[in-house]
């Protein structure tokens, strides 16, 4: 079996929830980020110039709405709650964040499980993953052979690289000639948004789910792996530790744009690829197919490049920024409180992300709320 070859995943979807952040538009954005402008020493980027460069238009942006942990707790109390099950009867918790609120010992985790309640017997597992982290949870979910389980994300780029004291960006983000990429460290904040999120999985031998991971890093395309981390934070940890020269200029989020966009344009099309080759026309079986929502751009190409309509692969990037690896289920909870889907619809998740790693798999949606039918809804039917 090589790192791409598709698994069986027997889970079906019973919850899920997501809480955004307050949108603004980029405009407003701008005006309070005050982002030089490299080619005018006296201005600052507005609002249309970034959505030029970005493609984004809005942000779900909630520095205050995320001030601690509790409103990602909501999230995944709300999920467990409209999923039937009590948190007693949870067997695995998987938590996925870049952006964690306690930097040592998988706190955010312990801190999480001890307010839902978990029982002390199941594990903290908490991943340091970004976009593709919902696909290497759902991999780990099924190497546990979890009987329910618990998925929570969140990306809180604002409290991350929110608005300083001056209510402008830190200047690490505006003015940084220390990061290998200090002159784009900017985009980061502008394209980064607010998001938390939490799916249940429930173990079901009949939902005749399918998997597939690959961190991409032995090999990658035929090719050599990736080395590259995509995203650079270089500053403290052990190579520049907290509070030595640089560190704070270095713990900037820095993108690799350009490798970037290579891996996820190839990535997307290689889940592809391999999923249809484990599972002909699989598609025809999904209601939706939900993308990362990395940029506007490279979303746009990918759902042309499939030939997909905008009703079988939704897209919110532009509207909310990228929220990471909370994206994808965004907008299976927006599918799902619009009355998209129905009970039994399989949808489809792929993602890429920063390490590199990507991944892609099937489950159908079986969330007691939502209302039964005979029939799977086909690729083309409609919302």
């Known amino acids: 079996m090589t790192p791409s070859t598709p698994v069986p995943f027997p889970y079906a979807i019973i919850g899920a929830h997501t809480e955004l952040g307050p949108v603004i538009t980029m405009d407003e954005w701008a005006k309070r980020a005050r982002v030089p402008h490299r080619h005018d020493p006296d201005g600052h980027l507005d609002g249309p110039e970034i959505t030029r460069l970005l493609g984004v238009e809005g942000k779900s942006w909630g520095p205050e709405r995320f001030a601690s942990l509790d409103a990602v707790a909501g999230a ?11 948190s007693g009867e949870v067997d695995a918790v998987i938590v996925v964040t870049c952006t964690p609120y306690q930097i040592l010992m998988d706190q955010d985790a312990f801190a999480l499980m001890r307010s839902l309640g978990i029982p002390d017997h199941v594990l903290p597992l908490q991943l340091g993953a970004g976009c593709g982290g919902l696909a290497r949870a759902a991999a780990l979910v099924a190497r546990l052979r979890a009987e329910r389980a618990l998925v929570i994300s969140y990306n809180i780029a604002s409290r991350i690289v929110g608005f300083d004291e001056d209510g402008a960006l830190p200047k690490a983000y505006r003015d940084n000639s ?66 030595l ?57 990918f759902i042309e490049e499939m030939g997909l309509s905008r009703q079988t692969a939704p897209s919110n990037v532009r509207q909310l920024g990228n929220t990471v690896s909370p994206s994808t289920l965004a907008l299976l909870h927006a599918d799902h409180t619009a009355g998209n889907l129905a009970h039994g619809d399989r949808v489809c998740f792929s993602v890429v992300g920063a390490g590199p790693e990507r991944g892609t798999f099937i489950a159908p949606v079986r969330i007691p709320s939502l209302t039964r039918r005979a029939e799977p809804r086909r690729q083309g039917d409609g919302g």
Not at 76 to 86: M, N
Request: with cysteine; net charge negative.
């Open 245 to 301: 020269p640089g560190s704070a200029e270095l713990a900037c989020f820095g993108m690799n744009a350009p490798e970037i966009t290579r891996y996820y344009s190839r990535g997307m099309t290689l889940n592809h690829r391999d999923l249809n080759e484990a599972r002909p026309g699989y598609l025809d079986e999904v209601a939706r197919f939900y993308t990362h929502q990395a940029n506007p751009t490279l979303v746009d190409a």
């Open 178 to 243: 220390v990061h290998p990429y200090g002159k784009g460290v900017w985009a980061s904040p502008a394209l980064f948004s607010d998001a938390a999120a939490a799916v249940v999985l429930e173990r079901d031998e009949d939902a005749a789910g399918v998997l597939l991971y690959s961190r991409d890093s032995q090999s990658f395309d035929d090719g050599p792996g990736i080395t590259d981390p995509l995203i650079h934070i270089l500053g403290g940890g052990n190579d520049r530790a907290v509070g």
């Open 76 to 86: 995944a109390r709300t999920a467990l709650a409209g999923s039937g099950i009590r």
